[in-house]
């Protein structure tokens, strides 16, 4: 890596350049962003096994949509502009500073949600202001040394400006639950339209497709780790406690073997290749792939869910243990199977692929139901991605061969 000796001009970056990959600043801001996933994961997982189901998803939404956004927000801008000098560094900083901020103030929004109290917003809202105020000055620095994006990245800073009054308001006025929701539904509402206003009505920033793909796929596999971790944790508090048991190593293997046939799946596919063809299409892959990532970091969860029922920890039946990793896992592998085909195009393979991954999921549900043993429900549902890579290789082994 280079030492940004200079302060470069913010001109955009060339879209057809070759070879475009993350940069090192890139990856070690996303693994900023895998602290926030892990502890909304396991505020999610702890509130699930109490039972206390609007606590752990209404605040695992809000937890999750700030990090992610404000990840697409950065991920979108250093694909077009990024300089990689000392200014450019030093913003990336405070953005990740903010990020920090954000995760410290989370365990407050869930324990506000569960006690039916004004949703404590505040060190969250701090956090957000801080990585957004590093991206306006990011914005209004490229406006201007960039005179054919001005108008583009001035929207895209006023848009960002407005909705932070309006998260202010959200964590300052005393409301109970719906009304600050509503309020949070008008601030993401702001927030998604301004790429849409900036990018539609003036001209597009130089984003690089490749390099945008190359993003996601970093995040979504630090993800997928950040969930082994967060599970091989639970099971050696478990393992301390009672010993090896055939369940630790079965949901040891199975923890590993879902997030690999994740991973596969994700990749297999090669979710966002097509994007270069259909640029047109970046605003659908853009914000469809939260979802995707969200349901991802929460398999990590309801894996989390299961370690502690077989600690013994869990309040709730066998059917929402299983439900815990099923939902999310259910998000991730149609989320993804979706993701692809929009971009690339539906053909023959999408029913059998949609049905692979819901047959196990299926299953795995109505073994729940009948009474049959949590893991034998969970190794069950986790073959979704298994049973969609396979027949994604076979797929692609068929054409090879013709």
């Not at 801001?29 to 039972?51: K, R």
């Not at 998803?57 to 404000?70: D, L």
């Not at 069950?380 to 061969?401: D, Q, W």
Request: a neutral charge.
């Amino acid at each position: 890596m280079s030492v940004p000796t200079i302060i470069r001009r913010m001109t955009g970056r060339d879209p057809g350049e070759e070879g475009r990959g993350a940069s090192g600043l890139e990856v070690f801001y996303d693994l900023v962003f895998v602290v926030a996933f892990s502890i909304a994961g396991v505020q999610l997982a702890e509130y699930l096994v109490l039972g206390h189901y609007r606590t752990a998803i209404v605040g695992y939404a809000i937890a999750t949509f700030a990090a992610v956004w404000a990840w697409i927000n950065f991920a979108w801008f250093s694909s077009a502009f990024d300089t990689d000098d000392w200014v450019y560094r030093l913003l990336t900083l405070v953005q990740m500073v903010g990020v920090a901020v954000i995760a410290i103030g989370l365990p407050p929004v869930f324990a506000s949600i569960d006690a039916d109290a004004h949703v404590d917003l505040g060190v969250v809202v701090i956090g957000y202001l801080v990585m957004r105020a590093g991206m306006i000055v990011q914005w209004l620095r490229a406006a201007v040394q960039a005179p054919r994006y001005r108008a583009t990245c001035l929207t895209y800073g006023v848009m960002t400006a407005v909705a932070q009054v309006g998260w202010v308001l959200v964590a300052i006025i005393p409301m109970t639950l719906v009304p600050t929701l509503l309020a949070i539904a008008v601030c993401m509402v702001v927030e998604l339209l301004g790429p849409a206003i900036a990018e539609t009505r003036f001209r597009r920033t130089p984003w690089n497709a490749d390099h945008i793909v190359e993003r996601y796929s970093t995040l979504v596999v630090i993800t997928l780790g950040e969930g082994v971790v967060g599970t091989v944790a639970v099971l050696q508090a478990v393992i301390a406690r009672t010993g090896w048991s055939t369940e630790t190593a079965v949901l040891g293997l199975a923890a590993m073997g879902v997030t690999f046939a994740m991973w596969w799946l994700y990749f297999q596919l090669d979710v966002g290749r097509p994007l270069a063809r259909h640029p047109a299409k970046s605003f659908v892959f853009g914000y469809g792939s939260m979802p995707i990532v969200i349901g991802c970091a929460a398999v990590g969860a309801g894996l989390h869910v299961v370690a502690m029922w077989l600690e013994g920890d869990a309040r709730i039946g066998e059917p929402a243990v299983y439900g815990a990793l099923a939902i999310p896992l259910a998000i991730f592998c149609f989320g993804t199977i979706g993701m692809y085909y929009f971009l690339a195009g539906v053909d023959a393979r999408l029913l059998p692929l949609l049905a692979a991954a819901g047959l196990p999921l299926v299953a795995g549900a109505v073994m729940a139901a009948a009474g049959v043993g949590v893991l034998a429900c969970v190794v069950t549902g986790a073959l979704a991605p298994v049973l969609s890579v396979a027949l994604v290789e076979a797929n692609a082994r068929r054409r090879r061969s013709s």
